[in-house]
């Protein structure tokens, strides 16, 4: 088990920022960071790297943030805080990073996921369908209703969005 343990030391903290950003709780975010661990242990020992294991991580974590959106249909919260940073900000930026999580957590939640997995993580618009089990043309009609709906945000100034 140690090199699940490396893993989660080393990346442990990205991954949980990005469950952050889809669910807008720290709390939700550490539960779904932990089941998709759960669910995804079992593949570490069979992916030849670390690379493929956060993908398949990655991926079983927003198709489980997918599944539990469906089902509980979980209410839309502006989020208060933001994850702990290993390096501090200054205070133009940490406000700055706060008033876009705010803004993206307006969002509805397949856009968020769109918004993350695309721009947050630059991640091709095929891969992102492949993840969210969504067409191509979905995920370009999420992101784009989803810039638009940033750059409409009281959130954010225009420079900003």
Known sequence: M??????????????LRAAWVLTGDSHHAEDLLQTALA?????????????KFEAYLRTTMYRTYISWWR???????IPSEVPDDDQPAADATAELRLDVLRALATLPRMQRAVVTMRYVEDRPIAEVAEALGISQGAVKKYAHRACAALRESTHLTPQEA
Request: glycine share 12%.
């Open 2 to 15: 140690q090199g699940i343990e490396a893993f989660i030391a080393h990346r442990g903290g990205d991954l």
């Open 39 to 51: 669910k995804s242990l079992g593949a570490y020992d069979n992916l030849a790297n670390d690379h």
């Open 71 to 77: 089902r509980l249909s979980w209410r839309s919260e």
